[in-house]
Antibody
Framework: QVQLVQSGAEVKKPGASVKVSCKAS????????INWVRQATGQGLEWMGW????????GYAQKFQGRVTMTRNTSISTAYMELSSLRSEDTAVYYC???????WGQGTLVTVSS | DIQMTQSPSSLSASVGDRVTITCQAS??????LNWYQQKPGKAPKLLIY???NLETGVPSRFSGSGSGTDFTFTISSLQPEDIATYYC??????????FGQGTRLEIK
């Protein structure tokens, strides 16, 4: 069955960077885009961007341009999302999701606190 | 950017009620619209794709309709396990996926 398994919770200081991983299984990793979506506590869903695992092409929401980088390692079917210059407002659960999307990872809590 | 306006933001209904949520796109998105259910502490779950197609395994009391700019999500007979927040999401422009603001559904 399709699964997206994300890395564990992170605590970071303001100004630092965080890199979240998303390991795919149960399907051909290079056949579907990976999207990243975040959700602050009690808030709605916010799309951050997409990556094509086959080509490595990416597209980022304007809000995150210059701060987010999405990459992949096809040999281990894993996508990555790195967010830099973290601030307290970036505290949220970060999700990877396949395709339009249909399948989602379990989420990774990133806490930014001094 | 395509904006999605979802209403209402919250809704209280009784078990067995018919529940309707609407979503309006700021421009024509054809039928490129999904509906999700999210329960506290969980990832969103896809219920409806391409505006009106029921995802495999999803109960038939859930349905969706619409095309262009106006879309509707319906629960034909509300069940206690349907308590959740529901989101619409457009993917017409794959460079800018957009979610609605969400509808929090409660039991009266």
């Amino acid at each position: 069955q399709v699964q997206l398994v994300q890395s564990g919770a992170e605590v970071k200081k303001p100004g630092a960077s965080v890199k979240v991983s998303c390991k795919a299984s149960g399907y051909t990793f290079t056949s579907y885009d990976i999207n990243w979506v975040r959700q602050a506590t009690g808030q709605g869903l916010e799309w951050m961007g997409w990556m094509n695992p086959n080509s490595g092409n990416t597209g980022y929401a304007q809000k995150f341009q210059g701060r987010v980088t999405m990459t992949r390692n096809t040999s281990i079917s894993t996508a990555y999302m790195e967010l830099s210059s973290l601030r307290s407002e970036d505290t949220a659960v970060y999700y990877c999701a396949r395709g339009h999307p249909d399948y989602w990872g379990q989420g990774t809590l990133v806490t930014v606190s001094s | 950017d395509i904006q999605m306006t979802q209403s209402p933001s919250s809704l209280s209904a009784s078990v067995g009620d018919r529940v309707t949520i609407t979503c309006q796109a700021s421009q024509d998105i054809s039928n490129y619209l999904n509906w999700y259910q999210q329960k506290p502490g969980k990832a969103p779950k896809l219920l409806i794709y391409d505006a009106s197609n029921l995802e495999t395994g999803v109960p038939s009391r859930f349905s969706g309709s619409g095309s262009g700019t106006d879309f509707t999500f319906t629960i034909s007979s509300l069940q206690p396990e349907d308590i959740a927040t529901y989101y619409c999401q457009q993917y017409d422009n794959l460079l800018q996926i957009t979610f609605g603001q969400g509808t929090r559904l409660e039991i009266k």
